[in-house]
């Protein structure tokens, strides 16, 4: 998508033509003879979208200034062939009601001012530019021109169901999930499904996907629009998210309101080509993190679940663990359940008993899974919705089958390598209970014996003040240190493996001992979670948390063209998520450059830049991330951030920004991100 802006001074030929009007209509516009304005300017407020999609629309808005009789301005836009360029009309609901003059728009505009631009439905070609123009009424030697690239519809993430998932924060920025089945055709509709969202102020809610539409452009970033017909969700049951295309079965998405949706939501996650729906087998390991809505406290657990007969887990080879709170509050407790048969969208409803709280009592759990294929399956905690007396909780997460290696855990030597971990989670300093306020992004070496070594860990938790004093008060805590522990795997063959010591070197102040729960799935391939990871602090540090580590593999690279997903949450009041198209090439100046899509501000078509230091594989490399200071859009990064890089394989890796504490003074940056990076397929030959 093009990003640069210029204005164009018009020959007074090429203004008479102009004058046609809205898409080469010949319209006779009737405006008063002015008389000459000397000092008279004008300028988009704010700066048209550099792209747009066949058949979309944005809104347009300008300003003359010096204009003391409002003759206000002309609009127009050309091309270049004879091509329908689209139109500017007056409204979306009017299409026809095409305009050529509006009023000079004050601060800040009016609908009264904005005019519409929409996009052809149809182009020749993969993308065409378009000019729109503004010029003064008063003088016509006064105007300004944008440039919109309009692109066309990329078919190559294939026809199919994709399940959905997102974690992030409502409006009032409590904890959110969602989860869910689309149907694509391949031509840019979604013809069906079926999803759950979790709100604090409505609990689970179930509902049909009566259709939408989606859009992939030719820059491997494409939105998705789903309509629900449910009033509880934002206005008139309408949701939407931005993707960057992975490959032609997965893509990274974040959601965001654009156009009419008004969820409030903003989230990260993820959306995969669904190749199956066959009921589950075998051994799942599993994390999910959400709140326990009768203490409205921060909780998250995990374990494996093993479905030793059909539709039936019972017990044995299960095990679970719980965080509630700022305690870890049951482990290694037994786990029982039952499944129903998945639908035609692959979902099951699991049913699981976990003897959880201080009396190990029995707690009835349900979850709606989504089945992605053979091995992996997005969790979403529905018992809110299912008539339960004492519903449990609002929580979502991954289970990860374990497939032949079922049961075969049976000692430390289970667990051997180097693993690449990232944690988003929850500070619960000061009684906060809002997500994504604890990052940690780490590595270490197991060895098969019980030892954990060549460890290095970043862990920012952007509440916590134990590291501040009396006399020079800090608010964000941040480790970032070496490490080495322990652990010990259960002998039951569950493949719970557990850390039983984790020593900082240099300790932080007032130590910082967590634990780790890694339940082991048995996958080695590349962008394969080899376990996921259930995280809880300590007495000064107290946090909870869920993640995936992954098996370090190949030599240490950062180069070429990644998709990319971000979590940004500053002081524990408001949340960016966000994904976008990156490329890393240490020939170019600077070696990061990427448009991203976000939840804040100008949400679209945000350009930003980055730096890294030549990448390791047993340690992080720095780096830093900052806005394009020459791209329109300049809303993510716009603070600029330092960042660790953590290496998983040359086509993954993860990133934890690093200065929530700035290293040389008490000053705090008071934001805390983390972020994910995959190798993406651009979708045709030249593409970004």
Known sequence: MATRRWILSLLAAAITSLLAGCGGSTANVQNPQPPPQSQLAIAFQPEPAPSVAVGFSENLTAVVTNDPNDYGMNWNVVCQGGANCGTICSSLSTPTNCITHTASCPTPPTASCTAIYTAPSTISANSMVVEIVAYATANQDKNVVAPITISTFNSSLQAGNYVLQVQ?????????????????????????????????????????????????????????????????????????????????????????????????????????????????????????????????SPVAFGGVFNIDSPNTISGNGSVTDEILGKKVNATALGLSGTLTTPDQFGAFTLNLMAPFGLANKP???????????????????????????????????????????????????????????????????????VPNTLTAAGLFTADGGGNLNNGFEDTFLDLNTVQGTVTNPQTGAQISAPFTGTYSVDSTGTGRASSTSITFNPEPKD?????????????????????????GG????????TGVAYLQSGAAAFSGDYGMSFTQESSGSSETDGTAQLNANVANTPPVSGLADASNGEGQDNGFLGTFTPPTS??????????????????????????????????????????????????QTGQVSLGYYATRTPVCAGCP
């Open 511 to 535: 130590d910082y001992d967590p634990t780790f729960y890694f339940y082991l799935t048995g996958l080695t391939g590349a962008g394969e979670p080899a376990a996921l990871v259930l995280e």
């Open 363 to 433: 707690i009835p759990l349900q979850f709606t899974g989504y089945i992605v294929d053979g091995a992996h399956i997005k969790l979403i905690e529905t018992d809110t919705a299912a008539g339960h007396s004492a519903p449990f909780g609002l929580t979502a997460g991954l289970a990860i089958g374990q497939g032949t290696a079922t049961g075969t855990f049976t000692g430390d030597s289970s667990f051997s390598g180097t693993y690449v971990f990232g944690i988003p989670g929850t500070d619960l300093s000061n009684s906060n209970v």
């Open 618 to 667: 047993n340690a992080p490399f720095s780096g830093t991330l900052y806005a394009d200071p020459n791209a329109v859009n300049q809303n993510v990064f716009s603070v600029p951030i330092a960042v660790d890089y953590y290496f998983i394989d040359p086509g993954h890796g993860f990133f934890v920004e690093t200065d929530l504490v700035n290293a040389t003074s008490p000053e």
């Open 168 to 296: 992030g924060v409502d409006s009032s920025n409590n904890p959110y999930q969602f989860a869910g089945v689309i149907q694509l055709d391949g031509q840019g509709d979604v013809t069906g499904g079926e999803q759950e969202a979790n709100y604090a102020s409505t609990g689970a809610l179930s509902d049909t996907i009566t259709g939408g539409s989606y859009f992939l452009g030719n820059d491997d970033r494409g939105t998705i629009t789903i309509n629900t017909n449910d009033a509880k969700i934002g206005q008139n049951g309408v949701e939407t998210f931005a993707f960057v295309y992975l490959s032609a079965s997965q893509a990274l998405i974040s959601q965001m309101d654009l156009g009419s949706a008004a969820t409030g939501a903003s989230a990260a996650g993820t959306m995969d080509l669904q190749t199956s729906t066959t009921a589950p087998t075998g051994g799942y390991a599993f994390v999910v993190k959400g709140t326990n809505v009768a203490k409205t």
């Open 538 to 545: 300590d007495t000064h540090y107290p946090s909870v948390g």
